[in-house]
C-alpha cells in the first residue's frame, strides 16, 4: 500500500483481490496531514478508522475509477472515498465484458469487505455512476 500525502487531502494506492481479480483502487481521506507528519511512513490503514467511507463505483466496461466525475466527486464531497476500477477496466486485471452484473456485485463486495476488514474502515454507502 502506497500513499501520497498533499497539504489538502491524503490518498492511499491499493490492490484488492476479488474473486475474479485484482482490483485497482484509490482510498482518499480530505483531511489535511498534520504540517509534522512524514509521508515516506503512511499507510492506508493509518487513516482514522473512525471515519466513514463512502464507495464510488464506475459504469462497467466502459468506465474507471478516474472517469469523470470521480476524482472530482472525491475532493467535493469532504467524506473518505474510495474508488477502484471493476474487473477488466482502468487498471484492474481481467477483461472488461458488457452485463456481467454478478462478476460487478462480487468487486463491490470485495472492495467493501477490504476497507471494513483489512482497514477497519465503515463503509456509509455506495454511489454508482
Given amino acids: ?27 482518499t481521506d480530505p483531511q489535511p496531514l498534520p504540517a509534522s507528519s512524514d509521508s515516506g511512513d503512511l499507510r492506508a490503514g493509518s487513516l482514522p478508522p473512525s471515519l466513514g467511507v463512502l464507495v464510488l463505483v464506475h459504469a462497467s466496461p466502459w468506465g474507471n475509477k478516474d472517469s469523470v466525475p470521480f476524482p472530482h466527486l472525491s475532493a467535493a464531497l469532504k467524506c473518505a472515498t474510495l474508488r477502484f476500477d471493476l474487473t477488466g477496466c482502468g487498471a484492474s486485471e481481467g477483461v472488461g465484458r458488457i452485463n456481467c452484473t454478478v462478476r460487478d456485485a462480487e468487486d463491490i463486495r470485495a472492495a467493501v469487505n477490504h476497507l471494513r476488514e483489512e482497514l477497519g474502515r465503515k463503509v456509509l454507502g455506495l454511489l454508482g455512476w
Fill in 1 to 27: 500500500v502506497v500513499m501520497a500525502a498533499t497539504t489538502t487531502a491524503r490518498s492511499a494506492f491499493l490492490s484488492i483481490k476479488s474473486p475474479s481479480s485484482k482490483l485497482a483502487a484509490i482510498l
